[in-house]
């Protein structure tokens, strides 16, 4: 039986902890890729399907066997426990066994800690475990007592075991086994496909402009309107990133006069913000702003961009855009009723194209009171 005396502790180190380090960078490198990619996938089935219950098989089975090595040899470690040595072929078969055993772990942690099923908390609850696991097999592993080892030989291991067991297995079992492990792996290749691709039909980005209210809480109320061009409004522009990644904004700032026919017929460059935010997290950003633009019919616009921005940015090209009117959008209205109306239609057109108006304040009541923020 080989055992690692003293002197070789810094290699012992090494072989428990190289795993932990090539599964974080294996699942490091699938959250940079693109989601549903062949690549991101296979990294991720790589990663999850092998290196943690790699790592669990040298906490349970911490000895490398060589050959020559007595398969129904252990050595103790000084609590008792018999631990039989592995080779190279049966700790990786251990490990595809241990690692499916570990995937409820996964699912039940992620949900004890409320994260989404997304990726990277999987990738957080993984690389967790993992490293646990390797600081336990590090420690067992180096006090194994080398000085005195405990030999029972007439114990057989459990592959061992397995093996003589196997020998005199009909074919027809043999192969009902095969059938069973096809199917645990295809179950498992299904959760993990199910983790690495985003869920269809959930992919949006949501975006508001609210002021901040008397508590210091940010409110879809308060608006300014009537600015001088010169005049600031202080407002806070929200992102939220639901689109399954890591997305790149670039928010385009724009004051613009809308000609009665809803034709933009001039405009001004006011301000750009970017930012990256992770799938689930959200950005505010306070700011002041200006319309810089005299006259009737002025209303600053907030283009939203996943990336970079095309040349000439409108609303019609945006990926999401916020509208607020700044200064006297409908002069031509004879009544207070009148500009509620047409408002409310403004409304109940974005919300039957399916935009987001759950932030929308209706509840101005003049036809000088800013109307509410338009979102698309």
């Known amino acids: 039986m080989t055992t690692h005396p003293p002197s070789r502790r810094v290699d012992d180190v090494v072989d428990i902890v190289w795993p932990v380090l090539v599964l974080s960078g294996l699942l490091a490198a699938a959250t940079m890729l693109a989601g549903g990619s062949a690549a991101r996938l296979l990294l991720t089935l790589l990663a999850v399907l092998l290196f943690p219950g790699y790592v669990l ?8 066997k060589t050959p020559g090595d007595d398969p129904t040899e252990r050595v103790g470690d000084g609590s008792g426990l018999g631990l039989a040595a592995l080779g190279t072929t049966e700790r990786w078969a251990v490990a595809l066994g241990f690692s499916i055993c570990l995937m409820p772990l996964y699912g039940l942690l992620i ?5 989404p099923f997304a990726l990277r908390s999987v990738m957080g609850v993984v690389v ?11 420690v067992r592993r180096l006090r194994l007592r080398v ?7 007439g114990r057989p291991t459990p592959l061992a075991s397995l093996r003589a067991a196997t020998a005199s297995r009909s074919t027809g079992r043999v192969v009902s086994n095969a059938v069973i492990v096809v199917t645990l792996l295809a179950a498992v290749s299904a959760l993990a496909v199910g983790i690495t691709l985003p869920p269809a039909g959930s992919q949006y980005t949501t975006a508001s402009l609210l002021t901040v209210g008397e508590n210091g809480s940010l409110v879809a109320a308060g608006y300014p309107h009537d600015l001088a061009p010169e005049e600031t409004a202080e407002l806070v522009l929200v992102l939220s990133n639901n689109e399954g990644t890591a997305t790149d904004y670039t928010v385009v700032v724009q004051s613009q006069r809308v000609a009665l026919d809803g034709t ?3 405009t001004r460059y006011l ?14 950003r306070p700011h002041e702003v200006a319309p810089l633009l005299d006259g009737d019919r002025v209303r600053l616009a907030y283009l939203v961009y996943r990336g970079s921005p095309p040349a000439d940015p409108t609303v019609e090209n945006a990926y999401r855009s916020l509208t607020l009117w700044v200064r006297e959008p409908m002069p031509g209205a004879t009544s207070e009723t009148e500009a509620a109306a047409v408002v409310a239609v403004d409304v109940q057109h974005d919300v039957a194209g399916g935009f987001d108006a759950a932030r929308v304040e209706t509840g101005w009541t003049s036809a000088t009171t800013l109307p509410p923020v338009v979102v698309r």
Do not use: I, Y
């Not at 949900?111 to 994260?115: K, P």
């Open 57 to 64: 098989s040298l906490f349970v089975f911490p000895l490398a």
């Open 111 to 115: 949900t004890l800690a409320e994260l």
């Open 128 to 138: 967790g475990v993992v490293t646990v696991l390797t600081v336990l097999a590090l």
């Open 147 to 153: 000085d005195a080892p405990v030999l029972l030989p």
């Open 264 to 266: 933009v017929t001039e």
């Open 271 to 284: 301000d750009e913000f970017s930012t990256q935010l992770r799938n689930g997290e959200t950005w505010e």
